[in-house]
């Protein structure tokens, strides 16, 4: 079969496809959503105040807000730490570029670390030697869902007193050491973009650990206004400093509602294909599994990813058996915006092309799951 026949096929959405990824759209998104399509509020009103009550409780954080998207969480954090043009921060070189665009947007200056070779989050290792006057912060990704080495940052960073950002975009509902990545760092993302572990068609979280920015955070997502004075009628209020039209609406929290209402179901299915992939893989000396065996976090079983040699070989196996894989993310240093490939990387150098992405999601089985699996058992 030639890869022009196997893409044909793919587009026939045949039901034995296992694809890479498929949203979750829970059993009562669309009624929830159908109500709200009925009254006044279909912008930023009181299911959008529900919802951020609700994720706070899920995520253990004294406060924060819901947003258009996950960037936009990131832009606000970044705006709250008090980054702005010629600041430096401290970031990882592997990751989604939503993670350092939004420095770009303040005149900010990402600074690359490598990463680990086990788990592919930042490296804490090569975190210090890159401080300098001009660092503002350390951001930090917790890749796949699982959670980056939490108590070396943070030294790191109440060494320098640094704020520490975390883009948990792929961790909701993980955990480290018992404690709910949301409810450790200054500022914490999550993504409810269209096939997170909960989406709002799209959107985003920022968590505070501090509650006294929650007011200055709610005036940036809304043009700098005091909404609540807004609200009340008082019109002549001032605007001090410029913000931004980064609010969620009610029709994207109705449907965040509906996932929280079901979602312990949906994190233990993805727990339990995660747990499946590392019990049928975890013995096949041709492959490493990226995140398995640390038992000090949760993972949040966002995604499963696998080292091998030759990753394009495998892709291509899998393919022919109607198997999606990929690599999702990528080197943020082979864009131009970022200023251009570095050569003090060597862990990135070693795994670019290594790693390979494969399906999970909540419309996959055991069974599917151990399909992947014997497929790639059977050699490549």
Known sequence: MSKSDIEKAWLNESQDNIVLFR?????????YVSQVLTT???GQGPKVDDFENRFNTLINSEAGIAVGSGTDA???AYLLAGIGPGDEVITPVFTCTATNIPLLYLGAKPVFT???ETTMNMDPTDIEHRITSNTKAISCVHYGGLPCDMDEIHAIAKKYNLPVIED???????KYKERAIGEISDYTMFSFQAIKHITTGDGGYLALKNPNE?????????????RNAKNK???DNDITEVGYKYQMTDISAAMGLAALEEWNETFSLRQALFSRYCTNLRGNSDLTIVG???????HGAWMMTIMVDAPEQLQKKLLTNRIESNQVHFRNDRYSIFGGRKNDLPMMDKLESRYLVIPLHTHMTIEDVDRVCEVIQSGW
Do not use: C, M, N, Y
Request: hydrophobic share 50%.
């Open 40 to 42: 006044r509020w279909i």
């Open 214 to 226: 929650l007011e200055k955070a709610k005036q940036l997502r809304w043009f700098g206004i005091d």
């Open 74 to 76: 990131l832009h606000l």
């Open 23 to 31: 949203p979750h759209i829970p059993s009562r998104a669309i009624e």
């Open 233 to 235: 009628g008082i019109w």
């Open 168 to 174: 948990a975009a792929h961790a909701v509902g993980a």
């Open 292 to 298: 398995d065996g640390l038992t000090d976090r949760v």
């Open 114 to 116: 490598d990463i680990q």
